[in-house]
Nanobody, 119 residues
Framework: QVQLVESGGGLVQAGGSLRLSCAASGRSFSRNIMGWFRRAPGKEREFVASINWSGGRTSYADSVKGRFTISRDNAKYAVYLQMSRLNPEDTAVYYC????????????WGQGTQVTVSS
């Protein structure tokens, strides 16, 4: 299992950009599928993006496709979420998550980082 700590959240105006980081620890990090999720006030947690172990395959929610980019640096034990053209609907707590393979649910979670987009 990996331990995850998110950072980089904050307050940004609509149309702006933010880069979230997720610092991981644990020997298995480089073999894990990594994901970003978010929970907006009063809503269920939702999938945002995921990336496979090599970084060669990514997946995005339709709501962020073309605006967000997930990446990873296995040498630095890090995962990133570059967010651009932010809008108020992107306001949420963003969570980093890990799972060992596609047949298993995301089982390792960070504590989350708040992103607030003002109009």
């Amino acid at each position: 299992q990996v331990q995850l700590v998110e950072s980089g959240g904050g307050l940004v105006q609509a149309g702006g950009s933010l880069r979230l980081s997720c610092a991981a620890s644990g020997r298995s990090f480089s073999r894990n599928i990594m994901g970003w999720f978010r929970r907006a006030p009063g809503k269920e947690r939702e999938f945002v993006a995921s990336i496979n172990w090599s970084g060669g395959r990514t997946s995005y929610a339709d709501s962020v496709k073309g605006r967000f980019t997930i990446s990873r640096d296995n040498a630095k034990y890090a995962v990133y979420l570059q967010m651009s053209r932010l809008n108020p609907e992107d306001t949420a707590v963003y969570y980093c998550a890990a799972r060992p393979n596609e047949g298993v649910a995301f089982g390792s979670w960070g504590q989350g980082t708040q992103v607030t987009v003002s109009s």
